[in-house]
């Protein structure tokens, strides 16, 4: 069935903490080959997230005023400290918030439309006190929806269809073609709306177009369009 954020998230997460430097934030993000990190405070709480665009976009507001001023240094003032626009400035006035988080509970496919709606790389995931626990980045996400038409019909014939009627179901054929699912063959009346439900929900699946007979005699069931979210099929 449908995979959850504890289950593909990565547990050993880089973090800064809202008094670290843009030099520190700069050398993590490069030591470790990533884009962005979480920032926690005392409690290992979430208070915001910084990317590489944060750190650009803040040089590239500060550079003109460093330009300006480099050949006018006052008595008794370093270079460093009047030609360096990192050197006073922390995590805390760097990173972006509120942080966008989810809940290591929550489905990998509802994690992905976040990031999509927030137009954001990671997800901090967060226990019930919010203190960080572990990290979703896209890849991570995009590793589920990565499975292969037989792996989605297997799971769709074995566990998914019987699950839905509470039985095992022989008279329903399950074919898959890029992650489009088409469910052909009879089914009692009131187990069409499920079965189709929880098919959608399965990750990797794109849409399903429903070709079944209801046994109550009301003739098969019109075909669903796809790709779409499951909140578009029958209840």
Same mark, same amino acid.
């Given at each position: 069935?449908?995979? @959850?954020?504890?289950?593909?998230?990565?547990?050993? +997460?880089?973090? !800064?903490?809202?008094?670290?430097?843009?030099?520190?934030? !700069?050398?993590?993000?490069?030591r470790h080959r990533i884009s962005g990190l979480p920032v926690v405070d005392g409690d290992d709480k979430v208070v915001g997230v910084i990317s590489q665009t944060d750190l650009i976009r803040h040089q590239a507001a500060r550079s003109p005023k460093v330009r300006a001023r480099?050949? *006018?240094?006052?008595?008794?003032?370093?270079? #460093?400290? !009047?030609?360096? $626009?990192?050197?006073?400035?922390t995590a805390r006035e760097l990173m972006s918030t509120p942080a966008v988080t989810v809940h290591?509970?929550? #489905? +990998?496919?509802?994690?992905? #439309?976040?990031?999509? *709606?927030?137009?954001?790389? *990671?997800?901090?995931?967060?226990?019930e006190e919010d203190r960080l626990i572990g990290i979703a980045t896209r890849r991570?996400?995009?590793?589920?929806?990565?499975?292969t038409d037989d792996e989605i019909s297997r799971e769709i014939q074995d566990?998914?269809?019987?699950?839905?009627?509470?039985?095992?179901?022989?008279?329903?054929?399950?074919?898959? *073609?890029?992650?489009?699912v088409t469910l052909k063959g009879d089914l009692d009346d009131a187990d069409v $709306?499920?079965? @189709?439900?929880?098919?959608?929900?399965?990750?990797? +699946?794109?849409? +399903?177009?429903? #070709?079944?007979?209801?046994?109550?005699?009301?003739g098969p069931v019109g075909p669903v369009e796809g790709p779409t979210g499951p909140g578009a099929g029958p209840r």
């Open positions: 069935m449908a995979r @959850i954020v504890g289950e593909v998230m990565t547990c050993e +997460v880089v973090e !800064a903490h809202q008094e670290t430097s843009f030099k520190d934030v !700069a050398r993590l993000l490069d480099r050949f *006018r240094l006052p008595p008794g003032r370093s270079a #460093r400290r !009047a030609g360096d $626009p990192t050197g006073l400035v290591p509970e929550q #489905r +990998v496919a509802d994690a992905a #439309r976040m990031m999509e *709606r927030h137009g954001v790389e *990671r997800l901090p995931v967060v226990d991570d996400l995009l590793r589920v929806f990565l499975r566990e998914v269809l019987p699950g839905a009627v509470g039985r095992p179901v022989h008279g329903v054929a399950v074919t898959v *073609r890029d992650g489009m $709306p499920r079965a @189709i439900r929880l098919t959608y929900r399965v990750d990797g +699946v794109v849409g +399903v177009v429903n #070709r079944l007979t209801a046994h109550s005699g009301s």
